[in-house]
């Protein structure tokens, strides 16, 4: 259950956009049987007191990877833990609702314009539900029935909040895009016009060099019949 303390600021991003799916739909999607919220109920009562250790599951396994190595000092990592309490324990209380999408959306986000590769959440984020699934199976090694039950549920949480999260960056890498190719266009559509406006000058400057070119051609025409009639007279005069 991968969490941060803080989410993204400025337009929130809602559980509604994701994929054009609501949470709604996409919860019932998981939950076929009708008993997800149900047994997640029953999960809240068995982990309300092992937050925080899921929590640092989560939290161990970011600060090893080799992408985010360093990334939260040692010092902020009992900080960082207690914030992310705050989102799993709305997952554990209210599943159904759209508080946890929000705050698992933006999120992931967040991170991943840090440059946190998705796959390191992910991974961050299983090792939080090892961790669940290590205390379930040690409250109810005794009942085996309910343990299976009960896991497969979590099994189902887990995916769903993959799907939430792959969704979200799915969405923002489509913004990226549909901004840059704006931007592409509008760069395009500028060149374009410069380009024509460019012609047009040079047009321009040619159409006044030819007519500069014609009238001094003309001139010097003028000035060779003049020369020319001028010679005429002269032969005639000699002539006579």
Not at 65 to 90: D, K, W
Not at 122 to 136: E, H, V
Not at 186 to 197: L, R
């Amino acid at each position: 259950m991968e969490m941060s303390v803080r989410p993204l600021r400025g337009e929130s991003q809602t559980a509604e956009r994701s994929s054009g799916i609501s949470h709604e739909i996409r919860l019932s999607e998981f939950d076929r049987d009708g008993d997800l919220i149900a047994d997640m109920a029953e999960i809240k009562e068995l982990l309300q007191d092992h937050v925080i250790e899921i929590c640092r599951a989560f939290w161990d396994h970011f600060m090893l990877s080799p992408a985010t190595r360093g990334q939260v000092p040692p010092e902020a990592l009992e900080g960082m833990i207690e914030g992310s309490s705050f989102y799993v324990a709305a997952t554990l209380k209210d599943p159904a609702g759209t508080e946890w999408v929000d705050i698992a959306r933006q999120t992931v986000v967040a991170s991943y314009v840090m440059g946190t590769p998705l796959v390191t959440i992910l991974a961050s984020n299983s090792a939080s539900y090892r961790k669940i699934n290590a205390i379930l199976f040690d409250k109810l090694r005794d009942d085996p029935a309910r343990y299976s039950r009960l896991i497969g549920s979590i099994l189902r949480m887990a995916l769903l909040e993959t799907d939430v999260m792959v969704s979200a960056i799915r969405e923002y890498t489509e913004e990226q895009i549909a901004e840059q190719r704006q931007v592409q266009a509008g760069n395009f559509q500028e060149h374009i016009a410069y380009t024509v406006e460019t012609a047009s000058a040079e047009s321009r400057s040619a159409r006044v060099t030819t007519v500069e070119t014609m009238t001094a051609t003309r001139g010097v025409l003028d000035q060779a019949a003049e020369v020319a009639a001028g010679a005429g007279q002269s032969g005639l005069a000699m002539g006579e």
